[in-house]
Nanobody, 127 residues
Framework: QVQLVESGGGLAQPGGSLRLACVAS????????MSWARQAPGKGREWISG????????YYADSVKGRFTISRDSAKNTVYLQMTSLKPEDTALYFC????????????????????WGQGTQVTVSS
């Protein structure tokens, strides 16, 4: 049974930090690129970061570049999102997603069809 389980969300103050984790099971993690996306209330889902299956490249949306860092640990089948300098506009439900190799489009492309999605973890940034 394939699962992507996110954790680490919660309430943070503006300027604060959180680290999200996404544990994968039921598929060969090392064959999949991973991404994080988010959906704020009343808005569509926004891709924010991705990492290749071999950990050779990472990608970021402009909205989070320089503040968020994606990483993966293949020994733990886990992808992380370290979030710093949080802003109220980062408030959203955060999802991880898996895309099997080979990639036909860039991870941030609207044409990418991810194979699996998690259920999400809520991040709220407020004072």
């Amino acid at each position: 049974q394939v699962q992507l389980v996110e954790s680490g969300g919660g309430l943070a103050q503006p300027g604060g930090s959180l680290r999200l984790a996404c544990v994968a099971s039921g598929f060969t993690f090392s064959n999949y690129a991973m991404s994080w996306a988010r959906q704020a209330p009343g808005k569509g889902r926004e891709w924010i970061s991705g990492i290749l299956s071999d950990d050779s490249e990472t990608y970021y949306a402009d909205s989070v570049k320089g503040r968020f860092t994606i990483s993966r640990d293949s020994a733990k089948n886990t992808v992380y999102l370290q979030m710093t300098s949080l802003k109220p506009e980062d408030t959203a439900l955060y999802f991880c997603a898996a895309k099997e190799d080979p990639l036909d489009y860039g991870l941030g492309s609207p044409f990418v069809k991810y194979n699996y999605w998690g259920q999400g973890t809520q991040v709220t940034v407020s004072s």
